[in-house]
């Protein structure tokens, strides 16, 4: 099945149309277009405008985690789209926190999303398929509550604070002529964990390539290139990488994995 991806909004601009912190990628597959988020305000409607893209035409949403630089333009999205869905995973929430210099600061969802859109909203759970070859799936990795520690990263539940364990996080996979393709987007729960996560719960197929941001702004060199080794042993052939994975990263893990990484930029389009 022929695939595009194309990317609306990252932190690198190109061709004279502007990034900014978050990502928004438009997938187009068989005769369906898939917008999975919507970056950290409206954006990702500027730069499809640029692109050729009617916004209209976009047939599923999808929010890849609860987080403010992939949804804070999904209001923008469903107002302006009257047809797509917005898929999200259970248990995302208005709820998500960061220690910061100066205290914990809320980096969620917009407040109001769930309430004002909850008739254009679908809340999945375990694996889903989407459509023919397009699924839904979670983390299966067990422990990724360290991950949410070393983050520094917090969830505000009725009886007070705890740690994210990303369980609102999910990869959007695709089923393309050269195998799967992963998309998530910032990859909290570890991107050779997702890779390893894919490939046990589609074991008669081959991963091919993935997608997204890989949160390695604020790794050490070391952590960056443990990282790439992990990667390489997935085995996998393609990566393309951008957001939250930044310039200091992404040339490291290109001196660790040679040709198979590509960066990520606003106006990329990949095909499988």
Not at 114 to 126: H, K, N, P, T
Not at 242 to 257: M, Y
Request: charged letters at 30%.
């Amino acid at each position: 099945m022929k695939t595009s991806v194309t990317i609306i909004v990252d932190n690198t601009s190109d061709r004279g149309i502007p990034g900014e912190w978050g990502l928004s990628v438009l997938i187009d597959y068989s005769d369906k277009k898939i917008l999975l988020d919507a970056g950290s305000s409206d954006l990702f409607l500027e730069n499809m405008s640029k692109l050729g893209i009617d916004v209209k035409d976009i047939d599923y949403a999808v929010l890849s985690h609860a987080h403010y630089d992939h949804a804070n333009g999904m209001p923008a999205f469903l107002d302006n789209n009257t047809k797509a869905r917005l898929f999200m995973r259970e248990g995302t929430a208005a709820d998500c926190y960061r220690d910061k210099e100066g205290g914990r600061k809320y980096i969620g969802i917009p407040q109001t999303l769930l309430g004002e859109y909850i008739d254009r909203i679908e809340i999945v759970s375990a694996d889903y398929k989407l459509m023919d070859g397009v699924y839904l799936i979670p983390h299966k990795t067990p422990g990724l509550v360290e991950l949410g520690k070393r983050e520094r990263m917090f969830r505000q539940m009725n009886n007070g604070w705890i740690i994210d364990d990303f369980s609102h996080e999910q990869s959007l996979v695709f089923d393309t002529d050269r195998g799967l393709v992963i998309l998530n987007s910032c990859s909290h729960g570890g991107a050779a964990n997702i890779i390893n996560e894919i490939r046990e719960t589609f074991p008669d197929k081959k991963v091919y390539g993935m997608i997204g941001g890989f949160h390695l702004y604020n790794k050490t060199d070391e952590e960056i290139r443990a990282f790439a080794e992990k990667v390489r042993e997935t085995g996998i052939e393609y990566i393309c990488t951008g957001h939250c994975t930044e310039e200091r990263a992404f040339s490291i893990l290109k001196e660790e994995l040679g040709s198979i990484v590509d960066q990520m930029r606003v106006g990329m389009r990949v095909e499988f």
